[in-house]
């Protein structure tokens, strides 16, 4: 069985991703003839920019699944009609998913992966290069491209300059910064002037400081792992209201619940990072997606609250439900950090 860093070395090689790509492409025309479309792709973008992103989505699930692996890298072309066919349930699993739980769960990070290439895109001070795997910059158009372990690009600190909050982080000035800043300590990892990187290594080493799944206040260095409430809310009665809902729902929660629902929702980690956190071989996406549907169906009553109200109301005030979201998990995360 391959390492996911062997494995990722695999991937990362040209004729290899290539293969890739044209397995992607099959799995374009699939999704293409059945009307259907990832989650959190972009619906008015190009084929060739859908074909991209279905590329990076069929690079994650390949990575994310080890089965697969060990056939892929003895004969591509004689897996790619598996690999296909697994890609292809794992899509239905994704817009199911989507679907059941449409307003509930806010993928960012496609969003911001293509903010981050539309900003660095225009920036003078960044030079884009195509890749074989995915689109890569540098500060100079003699920048080379160089293979850093993630542990390295780990160990790369957050500038104190940039606000660790989503929302505040995700504008162009404080993207420019971090970028000038993680380019600079990759250049000095690698020991040369410029290296051409990743998008989506950049982006990986964001995640490490910042989730970009649900967003949270962040008070302070000290506590920086407990959400913090950010939005106003709603009036003082309403919060009130909202208040009593939410320790409701966070009893209706089992401590294996409370944990599954904090990490994926609150903390926005994947589902290989929840899977270890808890000790777990598999992931918990199932169990995540029916405390989703749970949420769904509870808050259904509150018409001015849910994203997906009982028929014939209108949807609740998006405000509304970003602060029992986050009021949920400021709740959690006071409860659950002392114990982790």
């Known amino acids: 069985m391959l390492s996911e860093m062997e494995f990722s070395q695999w991937l990362n090689q040209p004729q290899h991703f290539g293969q890739?790509?044209?397995?992607?492409?099959?799995?374009?025309?699939?999704?293409?003839?059945?009307?259907?479309?990832?989650?959190?792709?972009?619906?008015?973008s190009d084929p060739q920019a859908a074909l991209e992103e279905i590329t990076q989505e069929l690079a994650a699930f390949l990575i994310e699944t080890p089965g697969l692996q060990p056939?892929?890298?003895?004969?591509?072309?004689?897996?790619?009609?598996?690999?296909?066919?697994?890609?292809?349930?794992?899509?239905?699993?994704?817009?199911?998913?989507?679907a059941h739980s449409q307003d509930v769960y806010k993928d960012n990070w496609r969003a911001f992966r293509r903010h981050v290439l539309a900003?660095?895109?225009?920036?003078?001070?960044?030079?884009?290069?195509?890749?074989?795997?995915?689109m890569a910059f540098g500060r100079s158009d003699t920048a080379r491209p160089v293979l850093i372990p993630p542990e390295k690009t780990a160990e790369i600190?957050?500038?104190?300059?940039?606000p660790a909050h989503f929302?505040?982080?995700?504008?162009?000035?404080?993207?420019?910064?971090?970028?000038?800043?993680f380019w600079g300590h990759c250049a000095e990892i690698?020991?040369?002037?410029?290296?051409?990187?990743?998008?989506?290594?950049?982006?990986?080493?964001?995640?490490?400081?910042?989730?970009?799944?649900?967003?949270?206040?962040?008070?302070?260095?000290?506590?920086?792992?407990?959400?913090?409430?950010?939005?106003?809310?709603?009036?003082?009665?309403?919060?009130?209201?909202?208040?009593?809902?939410?320790?409701?729902?966070?009893n209706r929660l089992d401590a294996r619940q409370k944990q599954i629902f904090y990490y994926y929702e609150c903390l926005?980690?994947?589902?290989?990072?929840v899977a270890k956190r808890m000790g777990r071989k598999s992931h918990l996406t199932y169990q995540r997606d029916l405390i989703r549907e749970d949420l769904k169906?509870?808050?259904?009553?509150?018409?001015?609250?849910?994203?997906?109200?009982?028929?014939?109301?209108?949807?609740?005030?998006?405000?509304?439900?970003?602060?029992?979201?986050?009021?949920?998990?400021?709740?959690?995360?006071?409860?659950?950090e002392k114990t982790f």
């Open 71 to 98: 056939m892929l890298v003895h004969d591509a072309n004689a897996a790619t009609t598996t690999v296909i066919r697994y890609f292809l349930n794992h899509a239905r699993n994704m817009i199911r998913s989507s």
């Open 268 to 273: 926005g980690y994947t589902g290989k990072q």
């Open 190 to 250: 690698a020991g040369t002037r410029h290296v051409r990187m990743n998008l989506n290594d950049f982006i990986s080493w964001i995640a490490m400081y910042v989730p970009l799944q649900v967003t949270r206040e962040i008070p302070d260095e000290t506590d920086a792992t407990i959400p913090r409430i950010s939005t106003p809310g709603p009036d003082p009665e309403k919060k009130s209201c909202v208040e009593a809902w939410v320790n409701n729902f966070y």
């Open 157 to 162: 600190p957050f500038p104190p300059d940039v």
């Open 20 to 44: 890739i790509k044209k397995m992607a492409a099959g799995i374009q025309k699939r999704l293409v003839v059945a009307n259907l479309r990832l989650p959190g792709t972009d619906a008015g």
């Open 297 to 336: 169906a509870f808050l259904c009553p509150l018409e001015w609250v849910s994203p997906s109200p009982e028929k014939g109301h209108a949807p609740g005030d998006p405000d509304a439900f970003h602060f029992f979201m986050e009021t949920l998990c400021a709740t959690l995360g006071q409860n659950l």
């Open 119 to 134: 900003v660095l895109g225009d920036a003078d001070e960044f030079v884009k290069f195509s890749a074989p795997r995915d």
């Open 167 to 181: 929302e505040r982080m995700n504008q162009k000035k404080h993207i420019l910064n971090l970028a000038v800043h």
